[in-house]
């Protein structure tokens, strides 16, 4: 090598190193992308299909309390929201991108998310994916980045858990990741109570990046190995970033067409920092187990293993481990055609030691019955979420039912759920009733009523009503106008709490597809 390409190799090579932990695995990620692609060039015959959708929605909407405070503030509110929404599939990748990009401009000074008064807001939105086969039907490279505006109160912006399916036999399903359809379509506009308020709100952007192996070495025999980065950031100071590392393995053998045995492991690594230290999560987990298939649509299985979990706080003496093993067994049956249930516990055998360490029961389960004319759902689940505002996961405990009457012009659905969170230990209560009614070809109806109650553990009750009432006409295939109206009362048993308030809110908004 020449002595000028030998120093500029160095003087590079130093410069990597000094980068942080993050950007370097990013790099490195990059690196071999690069190189792949370098080295073996997709073929021109291959081309790609590309599709893009931009579309744009200008919107004028009054507010009799546009700041959500005892003390009102009416504000006129102009939003102007360009999207553009695109898909990229090809033999070695696929790529999704949806980004929002929301203007606002308020006729008063309110208060911005920052905590300063202004005129003028922007909020961005941006989901992008993609999926690389590095070498097909062996290495992949899956990439996601989410920047969005989020309501750090984590009780508050917590949903119900759209979903009712069996929990996958032994493996995380992050653990292999997939691309899963298309970029959203603006145009399909759900059902909604409000946006996301300047309120206690921060932009928020997730970054993970997750090189994996997965193949069959043999017609009974699957395995999947990889790593995946993970990096949390809030543009808010008082909010706490994070980034997990988390290694995995996973092996599952068909003994039978209805007999199966699977087997893992998987480590994480997760910190939270923040200005008087850092605080550190170690997660090690071991397990083993067999599935069985005993009807077309029934399976049992059950898994077994150890979980270590170590959790600490960097230059503070006092360190703490627990060892606990833990059994978890599930079910799936249907019922009839329309009727299944399926279940899933994961039990400790041996208490938890040990001040800041936890074991939990956990569990997914559920039942879908059609009545008649009426589909009726119960689900329940405990998940974990992260909370910025408390450098920890928190445990919610999810116990929710919902009934649907679907009829030719429209549907009527009532749904109520009740959640338990820890650490510290809230509760909260909420039912909704929406009601969309087609009153012609181009005119829709949408009308809601919601009611929802939080109870903290050291503060105040606090009651939400809900109400919302919108009209969508449709003025060609790619153009629609609609108006909307959403009524808000807030109120707390503390007469000095920032959640009483009473807001009225009428909007017109036009939306084009192109």
Not at 376 to 400: C, K, N
Request: hydrophobic share 30%.
């Amino acid at each position: 090598m020449p002595p000028r390409l030998h120093r500029r190799f160095w003087t590079v090579a130093g410069l990597l190193f000094r980068l942080q932990r993050r950007f370097s695995v990013v790099l490195l990620c990059g690196g071999l992308v690069f190189g792949h692609f370098a080295l073996f060039p997709p073929l021109p015959s291959h081309a790609g299909e590309f599709r893009v959708q931009p579309s744009i929605a200008i919107s004028e909407e009054y507010s009799d309390n546009v700041n959500q405070t005892r003390e009102k503030v009416s504000a006129f509110t102009t939003k102007v929201t360009p999207n553009i929404a695109a898909t990229y599939t090809a033999p070695f990748w696929d790529w999704n991108l949806n980004y929002n990009l929301e203007y606002r401009h308020y006729s008063e000074e309110v208060i911005l998310d920052t905590g300063d008064t202004g005129q003028n807001d922007f909020r961005h939105t941006l989901n992008v994916r993609g999926l690389t086969r590095l070498i097909d039907n062996l290495m992949y490279l899956d990439v996601h980045n989410v920047f969005e505006r989020t309501d750090l109160n984590v009780v508050r912006r917590s949903t119900v858990p759209q979903f009712l399916d069996a929990p996958s036999n032994g493996v995380d399903a992050q653990d292999i990741p997939a691309l899963n359809g298309d970029a959203p379509d603006r145009m399909d506009e759900a059902l909604v109570f409000e946006d996301i308020r300047n309120r206690e709100s921060t932009d928020r952007n997730t970054f993970s990046i997750s090189p994996y192996f997965a193949f069959d070495p043999t017609d009974r025999t699957s395995l999947g190995t990889g790593y995946r980065y993970t990096n949390i950031w809030y543009r808010d100071d008082s909010a706490d970033n994070s980034e997990e590392h988390h290694t995995f393995a996973r092996a599952e053998y068909r003994l039978t067409r209805a007999w199966g045995l699977n087997a893992g492991y998987s480590s994480t690594w997760k910190r939270w920092d923040d200005e008087d230290g850092v605080d550190q999560e170690n997660v090690h987990n071991v397990y083993g187990g067999s599935s069985y298939t005993y009807g077309p649509e029934s399976r049992v299985y059950g898994d077994f293993g150890i979980t270590w979990r170590q959790r600490d706080r960097v230059d503070v003496q006092g360190r703490e481990t627990s060892t606990d093993p833990f059994v978890r067994a599930g079910f799936q049956h249907r019922l009839t055609e329309a009727t299944s249930i399926f279940g899933e516990v994961t039990t400790p055998i041996t208490p938890t030691r040990g001040d800041t360490d936890t074991t939990d029961l956990t569990w997914n389960a559920g039942v879908r019955q059609l009545i008649g004319r009426y589909i009726a759902t119960f689900i329940t689940t405990v998940r974990y979420i992260d909370d910025p505002l408390r450098e920890t996961t928190r445990q919610e405990t999810v116990y929710a039912l919902g009934v649907v009457r679907p009829y030719g012009r429209g549907s009527v659905s009532l749904s109520t759920s009740y959640s338990e969170f820890d650490q510290p230990k809230e509760t909260k209560t909420a039912a909704t009733l929406a009601l969309t009614h087609s009153l012609t070809q181009r005119l829709t109806a949408n009308a809601g009523l919601g009611a929802e109650r939080r109870s903290p553990e050291d503060n105040a009750r606090i009651d939400e009503w809900r109400t919302f009432l919108g009209f969508r006409y449709l003025l060609s295939p790619t153009l629609q106008a609609s108006l909307f109206y959403r009524y808000f009362d807030s109120s707390s048993k503390d007469p000095l709490s920032d959640d009483n308030f009473q807001e009225n809110r009428v909007t017109l908004e036009l939306r084009k597809e192109f």
